[in-house]
């Protein structure tokens, strides 16, 4: 075995003892070898390795290893995560997301306007049969459905929204958004969730979030932003 003999100030030093054959052909012979410490580590480790080895390979019951059991257990939790997941989704079903749209029939309409400071003004955009006018409109009717559409709340009731007059210098839009809504809950809608106050919110929200820079000609300013129920 190793023993370990003095140490220097580069590490350890071990000497190795070697039984050799003798020359004379009788009895044996040691061989002394220096070893260094990194051998030595090298040592131990391989050592240690295969213990661990070993120990997997250790039979725990009937012909199953430990190594065996240890890949069992791990399918075993894995299947289990799994199946539990599947059970939560299966069982956790939002009631609010079932609705058959239908029978969303009742319209509630608001209008209003907003001004486009980042667009520079034209004659055309006065005529909304214009080239121009036609573009601006059906790209700000995108960016509206886009934001309502995308509204957990408001999403399912909104059905269009519509961009009919572009007015004076300032560019101001004027537009109209319309939802729909159950008949059975109109009331209940109209008073929370598609109140004025809620489908304003929304829309302002959405434009104090937006980036001027990204936004280009497209940005709208924030508190231009007017909006009325439409009786």
């Not at 749209?101 to 486009?116: A, E, H, K, R, Y």
């Not at 009731?157 to 319309?178: G, P």
Request: net charge negative; proline share 3%.
């Amino acid at each position: 075995m190793d023993i370990e003999l003095q140490t220097k100030t580069n590490g350890a030093t071990y000497l190795s003892k070697e039984q050799v054959p003798a020359g004379n052909g009788d009895g044996a012979a040691y061989r002394i070898t220096e070893v260094g410490e990194e051998d030595g580590l090298l040592s131990a480790q391989t050592s240690a390795v295969c213990r661990i080895k070993g120990e997997l390979n250790e039979v725990i019951f009937w012909r199953v290893k430990l190594w065996m059991a240890i890949i069992i257990l791990f399918f075993f939790i894995f299947a289990v995560i799994i199946m539990s997941m599947l059970l939560c989704s299966v069982i956790h079903e939002d009631k609010d997301e079932i609705f058959d749209p239908s029978t969303f029939q009742v319209p509630q309409c608001f209008n209003g306007s907003f001004q486009l400071p980042n667009l520079v003004f034209t004659e055309e955009l006065f005529t909304m049969s214009s080239n121009e006018s036609q573009t601006l409109a059906g790209e700000l009717r995108e960016k509206l459905a886009d934001l309502y559409r995308s509204s957990p709340a408001l999403g399912r009731y909104f059905s269009k929204a519509d961009i009919y007059a572009f007015r004076n210098q300032l560019l101001l839009a004027d537009f109209q958004l319309t939802f729909l809504m159950p008949a059975e809950h109109q009331d209940q809608l109209r008073n929370i969730t598609l109140s004025r106050k809620m489908v304003y919110n929304v829309f302002r929200q959405f434009l104090y979030d937006q980036e001027p820079d990204e936004s280009g000609q497209m940005y709208i300013d924030p508190v231009s932003l007017k909006m009325f129920l439409k009786h």
